[in-house]
T-cell receptor
Framework: DAKTTQPPSMDCAEGRAANLPCNHS???????VYWYRQIHSQGPQYIIHGLKNNETNEMASLIITEDRKSSTLILPHATLRDTAVYYC????????????FGAGTTVTVRA | AAGVIQSPRHLIKEKRETATLKCYPI?????VYWYQQGPGQDPQFLIS???????DKGSIPDRFSAQQFSDYHSELNMSSLELGDSALYFC????????????FGPGTRLTVT
């Protein structure tokens, strides 16, 4: 699986958009970009995933560059409950696909 | 909506003892994953099962074994426990071939003294 690079930490003001970057320059054509988050010691939570088109759901938006070498997760209106470690993971969608968690981004939302 | 259930939530064992962690996936999910998260570390994949067969294996010690039963629940058996086995153990389930996302349970916190 391709490796990802994320900034170790970032702060965000409550109510503002949080833009979380991720580099995955070695991603292959059939690999997806997944985003999960982990709120302190809880089980990781799925946020969103995409292949090459931009995606949006009730939690976030995912913007993938045309060359697919990087992506940005956007939390449109951050709340204090969005404080968590955010993981960008690249991998295939298959029956036996495991998640390879790397060093994510610790996002702190401040009032 | 039903979630992944893990039991027990907390477990304290002594060195060299054995432990069994249980995971009950979301109904109709046929794939189960086990992850280990040590203190201050990121989750690491241990092992997975699809339709009751082992589908992938990560950095799982030989002292650990796991299986998935006919009702799709899974158990992680850990023997000769070491202090370094103290960690959060997460189980996740997924419905293969339909949805990509994994749904995680609340975890079992194992403390080895």
């Amino acid at each position: 699986d391709a490796k990802t690079t994320q900034p170790p930490s970032m702060d965000c003001a409550e109510g503002r958009a949080a833009n979380l970057p991720c580099n995955h320059s070695t991603i292959s054509g059939n690999e997806y970009v997944y985003w999960y988050r982990q709120i302190h010691s809880q089980g990781p939570q799925y946020i969103i995933h995409g292949l090459k088109n931009n995606e949006t759901n009730e939690m976030a938006s995912l913007i993938i560059t045309e060359d697919r070498k990087s992506s940005t997760l956007i939390l449109p209106h951050a709340t204090l409950r969005d404080t968590a470690v955010y993981y960008c993971i690249v991998g295939k969608s298959s029956n036996d696909y495991k998640l390879s968690f790397g060093a994510g981004t610790t996002v702190t939302v401040r009032a | 909506a039903a979630g992944v259930i893990q039991s027990p939530r907390h477990l304290i064992k002594e060195k060299r003892e054995t432990a069994t962690l249980k995971c009950y996936p979301i109904p109709r999910h046929d794939t189960v994953y086990w992850y280990q998260q040590g203190p201050g570390q990121d989750p690491q994949f241990l092992i997975s099962f699809y339709e009751k067969m082992q589908s992938d294996k990560g950095s799982i010690p030989d002292r650990f074994s796991a299986q998935q039963f006919s009702d799709y629940h899974s158990e992680l058996n850990m023997s000769s426990l070491e202090l370094g086995d103290s960690a959060l153990y997460f189980c996740a389930s997924r419905k293969g071939q339909e949805f990509s996302e994994q749904y995680f349970g609340p975890g079992t916190r194992l403390t080895v003294t």
